[in-house]
């Protein structure tokens, strides 16, 4: 089945820097990629996807790029605020039913 | 509008009961997910269903775990007998089908004494 590694598990930056995250995946006929962000005691909450067909991606701070070659996309966030500070969880699918998640990355912005 | 709603949100007892989580999915899905959420093996899937019709449930760990969705909008998991192994944060989620963004509710924390 597919396997999605999420590396780093943490990434402490300052307020204002950027962050990025990155997931490998094994299935080649994955074409969903969605980021999840997940607050203490909620669930977690889509922040923006990408499909197959797609290289780049962006939505104000956040972008995703995909590269499916290497079997690999990313999460960028600019201008980081405290109020990103959460965990982020990568997922991969080749139906879009089936999300197959990373082990998330904490991610703390400090002021 | 109204999210995913999953009840209880805390669930605490001894091994051997039977425990039932509820979801109520956002209304217009056709898909509804359950997943279970642990520190070792991070976010997995249990099983989905489409159109009330459970479609795989590969992911659900045993015979003591089942899930049914007698109408489109309530779910309900079922694990009999409990087991300290089964605790967890139990997410449920939904879609209208098709390579579209899942909605997860706030899930249920249990933990088996």
């Known amino acids: 089945g597919e396997n999605v590694e999420q590396h780093p598990s943490t990434l402490s930056v300052q307020e204002g820097d950027s962050a990025v995250i990155k997931c490998t995946y094994s299935?080649?006929?994955?074409?969903?990629f969605p980021w999840y962000k997940q607050e203490l005691g909620k669930g977690p909450q889509l922040i923006i996807d990408i499909r197959s067909n797609v290289g780049e991606k962006k939505d104000q701070r956040i972008a995703v790029t995909l590269n499916k070659t290497a079997k690999h996309f990313s999460l960028h966030i600019t201008e980081t605020q405290p109020e990103d500070s959460a965990v982020y969880f990568c997922a991969a699918s080749t139906s879009g039913y089936a999300l197959n998640f990373g082990k998330g990355t904490s991610l703390l912005v400090t002021p | 509008d109204a999210g995913v709603i999953q009840s209880p949100r805390h669930e605490v007892t001894e091994m051997g009961q039977e425990v039932t989580l509820r979801c109520k999915p956002i209304?217009?899905?056709?898909?509804l997910f359950w997943y279970r959420q642990t520190m070792m093996r991070g976010l997995e899937l249990l099983i989905y269903?489409?159109?009330?019709?459970?479609?795989?449930d590969s992911g659900m760990p045993e015979d003591r775990f089942s899930a049914k969705m007698p109408n489109a909008s309530f779910s309900t998991l079922k694990i009999q007998p409990s087991e300290p192994r089964d605790s967890a944060v139990y997410f449920c989620a939904s879609n209208i089908g098709g390579i579209q963004p899942q909605h997860f509710g706030d899930g249920t924390r249990l933990s088996i004494l």
């Open positions: 299935d080649s006929a994955s074409n969903y």
């Open positions: 209304s217009g899905h056709d898909y």
């Open positions: 269903f489409n159109n009330n019709v459970p479609i795989d």
